[in-house]
């Protein structure tokens, strides 16, 4: 197994590990002695002292994966304990599958309260003949060092009797540390270097990458602890918490694309994300540092918009806010050009409007300034799935003009404009013509309209569908909404109720079709695969921005039952 391979099933083992523990937290129990019933643990990372302030990505556990174990035995259903242990156990074969190590008999004893990954640099010795060697450390805290360094002791023994190690002992500004002869100067593909310093054991793929996390120690300006934006950010993050994961996208970004330095090293953007432990799942709270500086302000809501009453609660996905013209204008200050996440999203709008044949930045975002919600339906027959797009009218926003304007794009792409009887209303449709054979019986050649999309009136509101069942659908919904449905009541249970909107996705309804129309979906999915094995659905919200920092939450509705 090569290194970067090893080193994210390790990263992915952590997550797996939070959705596992979240997962059977269904009955929060005060009495629990593990003390993680409150969401986890009110300290950051000790470890950070060792990663340096340019590091691309660490993921920290902060507690035992024991006592998760043990949690979520406690709190499981009774007939579940069984499958929860047994898929702790196979998360741990396959983590040291390659190693040959036993954790029970030869890290159990050991191990402490914090495990923590970080890729240290892009290219750790610059060196163009060997190519991009990124560096990577292993830091794990201990409860007992004696048995550490008798583990550590006993791996190197079986190595010198084997005859696969010629060990070095290098002191270096206190501490000890242990190589194979050579990797001094050559490149190693694991993680062999290792020292121990007071109760932490550090493993990395290379003896500098130990220099350097000792030399972070005693200089602390070096070190990401000390950083003044991460500590900024854990400042907005005060729920407990069971893991973090900090990044800096512009160097991430380099290292998956295994370059020796970031693109737009000008750049900077992190994103710092907490695990809290809650009913029936995982909330992760983020803040994001970067891009143009964001104002500050609170969130604009305390309550679903009411726009939420016209999508069915068979959506998919759904999105519900206020004023999507300065949401947007939010969103394309606050990432920065080029960066990943806005890549992210441009191809998210683009798969989003080319089916609807429109500029949605341009066409559709300007006029909505009062509450909107957006919702992806599964087609009645099995075909393309159906989009509802619900906007509140405001005051100065003269609808009329706009909706007149946007038969005219539609006349203009060869569409026909007319209104039909749904309901108890009348809906404009813009229809084209058709042609198909009739039955196998007949050669008869059949005209059809084709409807691409249609939009009604009330009131308050102008309502756009992409068919007439999703527009039938949007019309009936009355007391049957998704506001009023226990799934997103569920999914929003985790959320602050002083927010900025929704973005709800019904993974366990929607998985297969939100893989075909976003293609994103796919990349994302096989990445962190097994953290989506007991997703039922997953949500996001937005805090507003606190400090210059943006905050936003995302709920895990993890279904193991």
């Given amino acids: 197994m090569k290194l970067r391979s090893f080193f994210i099933t390790l990263a992915i083992s952590v997550l797996i590990l939070l959705s596992l523990a979240g997962g059977s937290l269904y009955w929060i129990l005060a009495q629990s002695p593990l003390n993680l019933v409150s969401g986890g643990v009110l300290r950051e990372p000790i470890t950070a002292i060792f990663v340096p302030k340019q590091a691309p990505v660490m993921i920290s556990l902060l507690v035992n994966p024991d006592r998760l174990e043990a949690l979520a035995k406690l709190i499981a259903f009774p007939q579940n304990r069984r499958r929860s242990h047994q898929q702790f156990l196979t998360l741990e074969k396959q983590l040291l599958a390659q190693t040959g190590l036993d954790y029970s008999s030869q890290i159990q004893p050991w191990l402490g309260e914090e495990i923590t990954l970080a890729v240290t640099s892009l290219d750790f010795d610059r060196n163009p003949d060997n190519g991009v060697q990124p560096g990577y450390l292993l830091a794990i805290t201990t409860k007992d060092s004696q048995l550490a360094k008798e583990f550590l002791q006993s791996s190197y023994s079986k190595d010198a009797i084997a005859g696969t190690s010629d060990l070095i002992f290098e002191p270096y500004k206190g501490v000890n540390l242990i190589y194979q002869k050579n990797r001094d100067t050559d490149v190693n593909q694991t993680l062999s270097a290792t020292a121990i310093l007071n109760n932490v054991v550090l493993f990395a793929n290379h003896p500098k990458i130990l220099r350097d996390a000792i030399n972070n120690v005693q200089v602390p300006d070096l070190n990401l602890k000390q950083s003044p934006s991460y500590q900024e950010a854990l400042k907005t993050i005060t729920e407990p918490r069971i893991g973090l994961i900090y990044a800096n996208f512009p160097s991430l970004s380099a290292w998956l694309g295994n370059l020796p330095l970031p693109e737009l090293p000008e750049i900077t953007q992190t994103l710092t994300v907490a695990f809290s432990v809650k009913s ?28 939420l009453a016209y999508i069915p609660p068979n959506s998919i996905l759904t999105a519900a806010g206020t004023d999507l013209n ?98 108890d209303t009348t809906v404009t449709a813009w229809t084209k013509l058709t042609t198909a054979k009739g039955n196998h019986n007949s050669s008869l050649t059949q005209l059809a309209a084709q409807v691409s999309g249609l939009y009604s009136e009330t009131d308050q509101y102008v309502i756009f569908a992409t068919s007439v069942e999703a527009m039938s659908q949007a019309l009936s919904t009355s007391e049957n909404t998704i506001i009023r449905s226990e799934k997103l009541q569920q999914a929003i249970a985790g959320l602050s109720a002083e927010n900025d909107g929704y973005l709800y996705i019904d993974w366990s309804q929607g ?41 936003g939450t995302v709920f895990f509705n993890l279904g193991v039952r």
Wanted: proline share 8%; net charge negative; aromatic share 4%.
């Fill in 280 to 307: 029936e799942g995982l909330v992760a709270q983020t803040a994001l540092i970067g891009g143009s500086k964001a104002q500050d302000r609170l969130p604009v809501l305390s309550q679903p918009v009411s726009t």
């Fill in 511 to 551: 998985q297969k079709l939100l893989e075909q129309k976003f293609p994103i979906v796919k990349v994302v999915e096989l990445s962190i695969k097994p953290l989506l094995n007991n997703l039922r659905s997953l949500t996001i919200s937005s805090q507003g921005s606190q400090n210059s920092i943006r905050r």
């Fill in 326 to 423: 300065q949401l947007w204008r939010e969103i394309e200050t606050g990432l920065a050009t080029e960066s990943p996440l806005q890549q992210v999203l441009n191809q998210a709008i683009t798969s989003l409007q080319e089916p609807l044949g429109v500029n949605l930045p341009k066409e559709i975002f300007p006029w909505v300034e009062g509450e909107f919600s957006l919702g992806l339906l599964p087609h009645p027959h099995s075909g393309e799935p159906d989009w509802i797009f619900v906007a509140q009218k405001v005051p100065g926003v003269n609808m009329s003009e706009i909706l007149e304007k946007l038969d005219e794009l539609a006349q203009e792409k060869g569409y026909s404009i007319g209104n039909l009887p749904l309901l």
